[in-house]
């Protein structure tokens, strides 16, 4: 009971910091239903912070960066969701990005030497700085001697404590889903809960590296002879539940169309491939 009292309590904090960035500015009152929804509606429209920018996308995007990584990953996942959330906001929701601040270096070094058993310094033959961070995790450039020379390696390291503030988020959704459930009896046709049950299985799986791993090593023979294609080989000696160590790959965004122009790529080509 104390438990179910705490999640309704953080979702209605969730709740004001939504309100107070405006993300429920663009909904229509009418549209509504009528009780505590629309009275919660009315209320959220008293504290919104009033801001020179009309954008949805900015403020629901704004909101969700602010409430942190849990909730940064139920917008995305809602973005594939039309279904649920309606296609406009599913678009908002498709342009949120999951860049966020790193965590201090020292946590890094520390959670791969619990990790692995091994000081970095042992482990790599250089160790740089987070070079990008998201919710969940963050990559390091590293480099490692072999026969060969140095070579270049991508590490990726779990947040520290990701799991306990995932698990503590995820009551709070269960906790949304089942409210909705009662205060809207429509939207038990959607199926809020099994929702969020899913987002729950998909998070299980990205917080545990070795998973992660074993798919790029299975992808890896599954596309060994497809041509244009290659996937970065995995070093499970650098390996474990919270890392996880690559082959370093520079490349561009497919999205950055006048790069691979310049290039020289052949964008058909790239395409079909």
Excluded: C
Excluded at 21 to 26: K, L
Excluded at 102 to 115: L, Q, W
Excluded at 178 to 191: G, N, S, V
């Amino acid at each position: 009971m104390a438990g179910t009292v705490f999640a309704l309590l953080r979702l209605a904090g969730a709740g004001f910091v939504l309100a107070r960035e405006g993300a429920f500015a663009g909904v229509p009152l009418d549209e509504v239903p009528a009780g505590p929804p629309r009275v919660m509606l009315r209320l959220s429209r008293l504290i919104e912070r009033r801001k020179k920018t009309d954008a949805d996308a900015e403020r629901l995007t704004t909101a969700l960066n602010r409430l942190g990584p849990s909730y940064i990953k139920l917008g995305q996942f809602l973005a594939t969701r039309p279904d649920l959330v309606g296609a406009e906001v599913a678009l908002t929701l498709g342009k949120l990005r999951d860049e966020i601040e790193p965590f201090p270096d020292a946590e890094a070094r520390e959670t791969i030497e619990k990790a692995l058993g091994r000081p970095v310094e042992s482990l790599f033959a250089s160790f740089s700085p987070p070079v990008a961070a998201a919710s969940i995790s963050q990559v390091h450039k590293a480099t490692i001697d072999t026969e060969d020379g140095p070579r270049a390696v991508a590490v990726k390291v779990l947040r520290p404590g990701i799991r306990s503030r995932f698990r503590r988020d995820l009551d709070t959704f269960y906790a949304g889903a089942r409210t909705l459930e009662r205060l809207d009896p429509k939207a038990r046709r959607l199926r809020p809960v099994a929702v969020v049950d899913t987002l729950a299985r998909s998070v299980t799986i990205e917080m545990d590296l070795r998973l992660e791993a074993a798919a790029l090593s299975e992808m890896a023979e599954a596309t060994a002879s497809d041509p244009g294609f290659r996937v970065p080989t995995v070093l499970w000696e650098r390996t474990a539940r919270d890392v996880l160590t690559l082959e370093w790959i520079d490349g561009i965004k497919l999205s950055n169309i006048a790069a691979l122009e310049a290039a020289g790529h052949d964008l058909p080509a790239l395409a079909e491939t």
